[in-house]
């Protein structure tokens, strides 16, 4: 016979464990995560070993103690032979792009690169000089790192910097950038509404093509990836 209903009162607190402390509000990193100044290198948790089959566009991968960029990729099935993964991939260090192959399922590296915003703040000699904001840690990268992404570098411009064990690997410019016509032919004239264009030197030295209507002392939006006018500021 069962005198009663006893009553088990547990306390959450009494369990406690390092987990309760985990903010909702932390995220896993995406293929090059972001890393904030003030913490230590990252370490991910990985939950799988990555394989061939993983591959696809963007991808970074470390071969032969260097990092490279999956620029293209196919997965191949012969009807003959084990399948295989053709890739063309690109070396951050030295910007030289080959074409490997490899066997499909097989273990790969996945090259630990990350990104860090940096503020280009001004140009030492030959040296184009990036800070982080937070920390004042400055960065120097000469013009064989950034090669001709320079025409578009302006000061006080937010970067991404990519990282690879401690040291720069490449630097990601803005998509749009705003900058000023500083020179146009002035002699050059023609039907505005037909959609001519005309070369206009920018504040930063490059040189574009702009509409007939766009004068000295304008702001363009300009994509940095294709060098294209976009629009008027």
């Known amino acids: 016979m069962v005198a009663g209903t006893a009553t088990l ?16 509000s932390s995220s896993f990193p995406s293929l090059l995560p972001m890393r904030t100044p003030s913490s230590s290198k990252p370490r991910f948790l990985r939950i ?14 470390e071969v032969d103690g260097a990092p490279w960029r999956v ?8 009807g003959k032979g084990a399948a295989f993964v053709r890739t063309k991939m690109k070396n951050y260090i030295t910007g030289n792009t080959v074409e490997k192959t490899f066997r499909a399922g097989s273990s790969i ?8 915003t940096k503020q280009f703040t001004y140009k030492d000699g030959a040296q184009f000089v990036f ?7 400055e960065f120097r990268l000469g013009e064989k790192e950034i ?3 320079t025409k578009w570098l302006k000061e006080g411009m937010d970067c991404n910097l990519l990282l690879w064990n401690g040291k ?19 002699g050059l004239k023609g039907d505005t509404a037909q959609g001519g264009t005309k070369p206009a030197t920018l504040d930063t030295g490059a040189v574009v093509n702009v509409p007939l209507f766009v004068n ?18």
């Open 109 to 116: 590296e996945q090259a630990d690169v990350f990104k860090e």
């Open 216 to 233: 000295v002392g304008d702001e363009i939006l300009v994509d940095s990836r294709t060098g294209q006018y976009m629009s008027r500021a």
């Open 131 to 137: 800070m982080d904001l937070n920390t004042y840690e």
């Open 48 to 61: 799988y070993a990555l394989t061939s089959n993983d591959i696809k566009v963007g991808t970074n991968l």
């Open 147 to 149: 090669g001709d992404r």
């Open 71 to 78: 620029l293209e990729f196919l997965h191949v099935k012969p």
């Open 9 to 24: 009162k547990l306390s959450l607190s009494a369990f406690s464990s390092p987990m309760s402390n985990f903010s909702a």
């Open 168 to 186: 720069v690997i490449d630097v990601e410019l803005p998509i749009t950038i705003k900058l000023a016509v500083v020179d146009v032919d002035p």
